[in-house]
Each structure stands twice: as C-alpha cells, then as structure tokens.
C-alpha cells in the first residue's frame, strides 16, 4: 500500500508524507561557526584532531568541542561534512549539534543535499553563514522512523561507497601500469632481442645498443614563461598555463586562459609544434618537472612564468610524438628529485634541465615507439573513462537514493 503524500511548499524537497512536517534547521538543532585557531597552537603530535572545512589540518592539545556533532565547510571549501567527536573545529567551519528530537545521523545525510543552494558568491570566498544555514527547511519526521532512514542508508551507501572505492583503486592501478609502459618502452624499446648496452646512468640501466644519449643542453634551448602584473589576464591572446602543462602528456589545441600581450612578447614566448613544456616550480617536489609536448603551434600564444619551454634544435634528431611519451616518463623523476633546489618552493632552474640526459633512439624507432604508445594508451585511457563514468553514475545515484528516503518518497520497510 503506498504512502499518502502532501506538498512541502518548498521547491527542493517536493511532496513529503503526510504525517511528516517541515521544520527549520533552527528548531531542531545548534548551528554555531568554530573558533580560530593559530598557526603557533598546531602540534605534531596533539591529542585532538583540528577540523577545517577540508576535514583535519592539524592536532591541538586543547578542545573546543567534546561531544559528537557534524561540521561542514563555511569558507571556501563547501560541502564537507563530517560527524566528528572531541576535536577542534576552526572558524571557517559551521557546527551542527542536534537538538532531543532529531538523530544527527539523519541530519547529516539531508545537509549536502540543499547546502550548495545556499552559497554567497558577493565574496571574496565561497561562502555559507550560520544565519543563513539555520533557516534553511528540512523534511522532518519521528525518531524512529529517522532512526530506521539512517540505518538503511548507512548500509546501502556503505556498499556504494565501497564499490566507488574499489573503482578508484582501479583506476590508480590502470594509471601506474600506463606509466610502467610508457617508461619500459621510452628505455628499452620495441624489440626485446636487440643488443644491450650500460647506459652509465645508474637510474637509467641498459639501453638498446644503437641508441644514443645526450644531455638536454645540446639539443634545443630553454626559456622560462612571461611574467604579467594581475590586470592583464583574463582578455587577449591564448595563455598556457601552469595546470595545461602539469595535467596533460600534449598540450591542449586551445587553451582557456587569456592575456594581453605585444608582438615581441608573442615572439619570445611563443608556443608551436615540438616544443616541450617543463613546470618549473612548486609548492612539492613532486610537482615539479612534468612535461607537456605542443603537437600543434597556438597561434599568438605565450606561456606561464611558472614553466620552462625546451625547444628542440632539430625535429629529425627528437620527433615531438616520442617526446610526449619520454619525457612525461618516470626515468629522469628521480634526476629532478635528487638535484633540485627545496628551499620555501621546489625549484627547478633552467641549468638542471639542461643536464638532463636523454635517450635518443633511430628517428625510426622513436616515430614506433610513439606509435605503439598511442595505441597502447588510447585503450588504457579508455578503460579509465569508462571506470569514471560509472564512479559518476554511482555518486547521482547514491543522491538519488538519500534524496528519496529522507524526503518520504521511498520508505524504508
């Protein structure tokens, strides 16, 4: 026998059953903004967890809040809520302690779903204020049967969450054996019967016989990116970007950013085919030194301060297909890690680059090996699209499952 429904009069919860009611988060719970916390209090090894609107950032050895609530984001990042006990919660995060008449479970299922409506973008930040979380209307029912809800739904999201997760391990798996390929292949080649040679580079190993290798230096020259004051981005000529390099084996056909440059400046840092773009530096080591290939000139584009472009001397002597795979490869990660300069930033100067040894196949074989990596990776990209999709089908639909069971619309029996 279904259910008898009613209208909620509010637009984002929709028809609610009709012994539910509507009631404001204020009727039914706590909501206070954390304190602040300085810099000098974080310890290594505190007691207590320190929450922001990121989840925890630090641990402290005092409390500002000792029993269980739910925090989520007020400043910035929005959206992550937790239910956490005998933490400290920071000042860009909104404490909700539930009230007798409502399990903080059930609340903290209903939060996500209206709270991305709420945000002030007049800010400099994203931002959601106590005020405006407190009037904020939720579907409301009995104990028991929000005791029943959150039960049912700890199970059945638990088992979706659990699936997303093995997904996303997938993923990870697929995306380091790409990168075991791309570096087996960009070192030794096609053909696993040729002769072999020590390479003298301890990190590199053998190499093919025929190949050769030569320091970056002597084969293309380096230039860091422009460097613009604020008010000339956002109009003009095409802008690579720190994220276009860092994000991408080959750079985009058409990038987003946008600034106001002159034809000198278009010149001298120019973007066209067979160029190779190194990020340059950051905030982790880690970060540093990963390269984009342009396998298409951007017309009347300039690029980042935050990179270094190599441009080969000749494109006879390194094809551009082989140097998206090669240098995107893990071999010189550990050359970068082991020379750069860590002082507040990871740093890597033009000077580094240009000592990077490179190994050079046949024309021939490195137009091959680019071949046989294109083919090779397509698939690979492929399965890890699939595998997203369904990550994203599965996050609608577990929405779409709390949606249903905390408005009424589905009962749990």
Request: aromatic residues 10%; neutral net charge; glycine residues 6%.
């Amino acid at each position: 026998m279904s259910r008898k429904m009613k209208d909620s009069g509010i637009e984002w919860i929709g028809e609610i059953p009709k012994d539910w009611e509507i009631r404001k988060l204020k009727h039914v719970c706590n909501i206070d903004s954390g304190e602040y916390v300085a810099k000098d209090e974080y310890s290594l090894n505190g007691e207590y967890d320190i929450i922001g609107s990121n989840g925890k950032i630090g641990t402290i050895n005092k409390l500002n809040v000792k029993k269980e609530v739910i925090t989520t984001g007020r400043v910035g990042s929005i959206g992550n809520v937790h239910i956490v006990k005998d933490v400290w919660v920071t000042d860009n995060t909104l404490i909700i302690d539930n009230k007798e008449n409502v399990i903080l479970k059930y609340l903290s299922y209903i939060v996500p779903l209206f709270q991305y409506d709420l945000i002030s973008t007049g800010t400099a930040q994203p931002l959601i204020t106590a005020t405006v979380l407190k009037n904020q209307y939720i579907p409301f029912t009995k104990l028991n049967e929000q005791q029943k809800i959150s039960d049912f739904l700890d199970k059945k999201i638990g088992e979706i969450d659990k699936i997303i997760e093995n997904t996303k391990e997938s993923i990870e798996e697929y995306k380091k054996y790409k990168q075991t390929i791309i570096t087996e292949t960009v070192t030794k080649g096609l053909n696993l019967e040729v002769e072999m040679k020590d390479s003298g580079i301890e990190w590199i190993g053998e190499i093919p016989e025929n190949w050769k290798i030569k320091k970056l230096r002597f084969l293309g020259e380096c230039q860091n990116g422009i460097s613009k004051n604020a008010e000339s981005f956002g109009t003009g000529y095409p802008f690579v970007s720190y994220g276009d390099v860092y994000k991408n084996y080959e750079l985009p056909k058409t990038v987003n950013g946008l600034i106001e440059t002159n034809q000198v400046e278009q010149n001298k840092y120019s973007v066209i085919y067979g160029d190779v773009f190194f990020t340059r530096t950051s905030e982790t080591i880690e970060e540093v030194g990963f390269a984009s290939t342009c396998l298409r000139t951007i017309k009347n584009a300039v690029f980042a301060g935050f990179v270094i472009r190599f441009r080969p001397f000749n494109k006879n002597e390194l094809n551009p297909n082989f140097s998206k795979y090669y240098f995107r490869s893990n071999i010189h990660r550990k050359f970068f890690v082991k020379e750069m300069n860590l002082v507040t930033r990871a740093s890597l100067s033009q000077e580094l680059l240009k000592n990077l040894p490179v190994l050079l196949p046949p024309i021939k074989e490195q137009k091959q090996i680019a071949s046989f990596l294109d083919e090779k990776c397509l698939k690979i990209d492929t399965l890890i699209e699939k595998k997203e999709k369904f990550i994203k089908e599965l996050e609608t639909y577990k929405q779409s499952i709390i949606y249903e069971y905390v408005t009424g619309k589905k009962e749990v029996l």
